[in-house]
């Protein structure tokens, strides 16, 4: 007989022992079962059982065998991979309940398994739980090829219920934050061939989750469903940039081995972050149903549906549809059409923090909007995309008298500076540095519109063209600033100088407001007669006296391409004019400006020329400090008309 069937029957020695006593055996049995011989040998069959499936554990010195058939020990912990670090999952205390009966015939099964006191170590930023993971997957792989199923010794064993107690779950993402605690338990019921996983908890602050899965013959399916879950605390853990508090999560999955069926809201949710706004954000409200379809031979997936919405009455839907293929070079499709939205209905499904102080709900009629994305997965540069934006003519007819009407005709203006609303600038005829839009130079005009929106004419607000051109291909992978001269405008008459996210929903719904109540020529003659040029100057009109000593009507093409290129940061690149000549590197933003209007058909060959020889006479008083010669204008992405 070899040394290993020797060990086996000398540890099923503590079997017949433990029977006799549940059966009315003596104190001196009982002791020895406290001993340290006893451990040993409980051990010998534990901890080798343990890291064929887990790698490494560390059992501590807590041994304990109970009257009614039970056996703790603890604390088990299985180390990470870090020396220096805690373990990975730590389990103060793992008691088994035993199966009498079984015991009696000489077999070790358990009716029940609890683990108290169970602590997770995801470290930064997950790594060593999704190393664990890792670790036990390939453990599977290996056991396989040699593992022995219950048909190899003709038995059938009911598996234990395992309960967990006292979960918690911490992750190091710009600090330490942790989750819980959380209660389960988890049995294993039907039959061998169609065996069911069916699992409960209770989750941290409130809430549950119920799991059950079934393995059959025609593969394993599934349902998850979760009820009334704290979602602040969950989102903590997340990799986000912002803060999330309060807010109720419910949801249900249902999975087979080829589609996932989803539906799931979120109410009451608040977040908060520096870059999104001043305040927090909230209440907020999403939802989100749908289903998803794979084909794991044919590489293929198949968004069928996903229909997401927004405001505590869902007043916001979008409606979105997609597939991805991994046959050749991964490659995707995906569209998403904004359902018909009146302005009311908008507004309503954002929180009050994000709705612009202006009366929009009194638009009447609805807009839609779509938006198609495909191309290579992992050649962004490549992707096609087509957006559409619609401005129905009545939602048109019924803003021509709506609370931005007033746009249309003169009207008092103060701008905003550092120290907060400026002097009183009139928009219109009674200040006589305006000009009526048919009254300015034609170059000046489109050397504007060719450097801050080129395709101001034909969009509804914004440029979809160039900002796919800015988000998906950057110039030297950087990010840069989309804004539409509509866009501009809104900000200006309406918003603060806040850099946030909120500022920039506010300033969607404007632009929307505005290009549904002012016609195109009236926005663009507000917007030149309106925006800062420079110091306390403000309006094409003062821009031309200040820097050229010229009523604006008599700008050349040079000047007026060089007064557009500075519409950025007017204040920071004022100091040309105040050290009367541009630098190289500024000289060459104006030129390349100047062969844009020349290859787009705005200026003629002769005028060009002549534009690329003119000198610039600045008039403005010197003083002020230059920007560096190596500055960089900050320009959008210009597109085709």
């Known amino acids: ?43 010998a069959r534990v901890k080798p059982a343990l ?73 930064p930023e997950g790594q060593e739980l999704r190393a664990f993971v890792e670790r036990v997957r390939e453990a599977r792989k290996a056991r396989r090829p040699a593992a022995s199923s219950d048909t190899d010794t003709g038995t059938s064993r009911e598996l234990p ?59 394993p399916s599934g349902t998850l469903r979760v009820r009334g879950v704290p979602a602040g605390p969950l989102l903590s853990l997340a990799e986000l940039p912002l803060s999330a508090q309060g807010g109720t999560l419910e949801g249900e999955l249902q999975g087979d081995a080829s589609s996932l069926t989803f539906s799931g809201a979120m109410t009451g949710l608040t977040v908060s972050s520096p870059q999104l ?48 293929t991994w046959v050749g070079e991964p490659r995707f499709w995906l569209r998403a059409e904004l359902q018909p939205l009146s302005f009311a209905q908008a507004l309503a499904a954002l929180p009050p923090s994000l709705v612009p102080d202006v009366e929009l709900a009194r638009l009447e009629g609805q807009f839609q909007a779509s938006l198609a994305l495909s191309g290579p997965v992992y050649r962004r540069r490549d992707w096609a995309v087509q957006a559409k934006l619609e401005l129905p003519p ?37 200040n006589p540095a305006y000009v009526p839009l048919a ?41 840069r600033g989309g804004s539409t001269l509509t866009q501009q405008l809104a900000k200006n008459l309406f918003l603060s100088r806040e850099r946030t996210y909120a500022r920039k929903v506010k300033e969607a719904l404007l632009t929307l407001g505005l290009e549904a109540s002012v016609p195109k020529e009236r926005l663009l003659e507000v917007y030149l007669n309106l925006i800062e040029w420079g110091p306390d100057v403000y309006g094409i009109g003062e821009a031309a006296r200040h820097y050229f000593d010229k009523n604006a009507r008599e700008l050349s093409i040079r000047e007026a391409a060089f007064l557009a290129t500075i519409i950025p940061n007017p204040v920071r690149y004022h100091g040309y004019c105040s050290r009367g000549a541009l630098s190289d590197t500024w000289m060459k933003v104006v ?18 020329q002549e534009a690329l020889a003119a000198p610039l006479a600045f008039a403005c008083q010197r003083g002020a400090q230059p920007p560096p010669d190596d500055e960089t204008p900050i320009r959008t992405v210009p597109t085709s008309d």
């Open 439 to 479: 009254e300015l130079p034609r170059p000046l005009v489109r050397a504007v519109l060719r450097s801050e929106d080129a395709a101001f004419w034909i969009h509804h607000g914004f440029d979809f063209e160039s900002l796919r051109n800015i988000v998906l291909a950057p110039e030297d992978d950087k990010l």
């Open 51 to 123: 890291e064929s499936r887990l790698g490494p554990v560390h059992i501590g010195d807590e041994f304990h065998v109970g009257w009614t058939g039970t056996v703790s020990l603890g604390p088990v912990e299985i180390p990470g991979t870090r020396p220096e670090g805690p373990p990975v999952v730590r389990v103060s205390r793992v008691t088994v309940r035993l199966r009498r009966m079984a015991l009696l015939r000489g077999h070790v099964e358990a009716s029940r398994v609890e683990l108290a006191g169970v602590a997770v170590e995801a470290g």
């Open 161 to 219: 219920q395992v309960v967990l107690k006292d979960v918690h779950l911490a992750i190091e993402h710009q600090g330490r934050k942790e989750w819980g605690p959380l209660e389960a338990r988890v049995r294993v019921e039907g039959t061998k061939e169609e065996p069911r996983l069916e699992a409960t908890a209770e989750l941290p602050g409130g809430g549950s989750a119920a799991l059950s899965v079934l393995r059959a013959e025609s593969g």
């Open 277 to 324: 706004a001043a305040e927090p954000v909230g209440p907020l409200a999403f939802s989100a149903q749908g289903r998803v379809r794979w084909n794991v031979k044919g590489r293929d997936v198949v968004l069928e549906s996903l229909r997401l919405t927004m405001g505590e009455r869902r007043e916001a839907s979008v409606e979105v549809h997609g597939e991805a």
């Open 394 to 430: 009545e939602l048109k007819r019924a803003a021509r008298t709506g609370p931005l009407a007033w746009v249309r005709e003169s009207f008092a203006y103060h701008p905003l500076t550092a120290e907060g609303r400026g002097r009183e600038l009139r928009i219109g005829p009674a």
């Open 591 to 608: 030129s390349d400006l100047l062969t844009d209007m020349y290859e787009g058909g705005d200026i003629s060959e002769a005028e060009y």
């Open 1 to 43: 007989m070899s040394s290993s069937r020797r060990s086996s029957k000398k540890g099923l020695l503590v079997l017949p022992l433990l029977a006799l006593l549940l059966a009315g055996g003596g104190v001196a049995g009982y002791a020895w079962l406290q001993g340290e011989d006893a451990r040993a040998r409980v051990l």
